[in-house]
Every structure is written in C-alpha cells, then in structure tokens.
C-alpha cells in the first residue's frame, strides 16, 4: 500500500480567498488524482495530476478555480481559487500505478475545508 | 457516462450477524475496489478485483467480481461493532478513472 498524507488536514477560510492543499505520498505513483466529497455524498473526480504537463479536468471543473502543481513522482498541490461556501467539502489525493501494485488505487486523509 | 447503484444505501444489523451489498454498472469494469471509510478519514482500500468471476477474501470480507464484469459484491461476515462505516465500491475502466458507487452506510448494534 501507500503512505499518502495531507497538508492541511482543515481548515476554515473566508470567501474570496484561496487554499493550497499539499499531497505527499511515500512511493514513487504514476497517477496522482484529485477528488471532491461533500457531506453525506459519494467521491467526485477533479481532475488527473500529472508530471511534467497540465493537469487534466473532469467536466464541470476548471484549471483557473482548481489549479494543479504535479513537480515530481510523489507530490501535487491543488489549489481551491476565489472560495465561495459552496466550495465547503471534503478534498482527497489519491494515487495509482508506479511502484504500487498494479490497478489498486490509495486515498490520502483528506483536507476538511469549510468556507465562510 | 458509467453509473454504479450500490444496495443497500444503508443499513442496520445485530453484532455478529452478515453483510451482503452489491454494485451494478451499466458499463463493463476491468477492475472492482471496494473501499471502507470512516467519519473524519479518507477510503481506505479493503479487496481489489481483476478478473471476471474472482473470488477474494480479506479476513471475514469476500468480494466477487461478476462474470458479465458489470457487477461485485462484498459479504462482510460475523459483523463486529468496527465493521460500522460507510462502504464504497468502485469500477476502474480502460481510462484508469475511478467510478463510484454511492456507498452503503452500515450500522452494527453491539
């Protein structure tokens, strides 16, 4: 498995600021994702974190609201830009593939972000 | 796009009872995960599945990967009072995404 930690683990912002949650993970990984959880509901991909080039964004996010840092094999940042409350969720890294076993995918602990 | 209903949405058992939930997709999977999560905690990994008809076990959980690859379920058995959490499953296609069912809240009275 993977050792994956989160920096920060929550926190509470003002509206129209930004946060920059940090994912570090103990193995070098291929893929690095980024999910979205709300209260009560199921995991939301954002977007594929990857090495060397843009990040890649489901539908309905947005590179300049969720701009992404992937600078090696075992770290990404994601940023949650110009906050409104409706942005309060749960935000997991996850990661998959290089020296993992293959197919098997890993969350991190999670970034509880409240936004006031 | 792909879909998963995942049954029960919730449920409430006796200590020591078994579990059963399911995941049905509209699509084909080459990979079943099944994840646990904890209020507070990301998912954590319990079985993964690669094969049309595999059986796994982890402990008291086995999980089977459906022989049309459209489905999986998870038996949790002699349920203990940790065994409470939310479980997830999820379906990996060719793109590597994961998607995922919406998770089975599962309460086990002492």
């Known amino acids: 498995s993977a050792v994956i930690s989160q920096k920060p683990s929550r926190d509470i912002c003002q509206r129209g600021t930004s946060l920059t949650i940090q994912c570090q993970v103990d193995?070098?990984?291929?893929?690095m994702f980024w999910y979205r959880q709300q209260p009560g509901q199921s995991l939301t991909l954002i977007a594929t974190?990857?090495?060397?080039?843009?990040?890649?964004?489901e539908s309905g996010f947005v590179i300049d609201k969720f701009p992404i840092s992937r600078p090696n094999l075992t770290f990404s940042t994601l940023t949650v830009s110009n906050m409104s409350p409706e942005d309060s969720s749960i935000y997991l890294c996850?990661?998959?593939?290089?020296?993992?076993?293959?197919?098997?995918?890993?969350f991190g602990p999670g970034t509880r972000l409240t936004v006031l | 796009g792909q879909q998963l209903n995942q049954s029960p949405q919730s449920m409430f058992i006796q200590e020591g009872e078994d579990v059963s939930m399911n995941c049905t997709s509209s699509s084909i999977f080459n990979t079943w995960l099944w994840y646990k999560q904890d209020p507070g905690e990301g998912p954590v990994l319990l079985i993964a599945?690669?094969?049309?008809?595999e059986l796994t076990s982890n402990g008291r959980l086995t999980a089977q990967f459906g022989i049309t690859r459209k489905d999986s379920f998870l038996n949790i058995s002699a349920s203990i009072p940790s065994d409470v959490g939310i479980y997830f499953c999820?379906?990996?296609?060719?793109?590597?995404?994961?998607?995922f069912g919406k998770g089975t809240l599962l309460t086990v009275n002492p």
């Open positions: 599945l690669y094969k049309a008809g």
């Open positions: 974190a990857n090495q060397g080039s843009e990040a890649t964004y």
């Open positions: 996850s990661v998959s593939g290089g020296e993992l076993v293959a197919d098997t995918q890993y």
């Open positions: 999820a379906g990996r296609g060719s793109n590597y995404k994961l998607t």
């Open positions: 193995s070098q990984v291929t893929m």
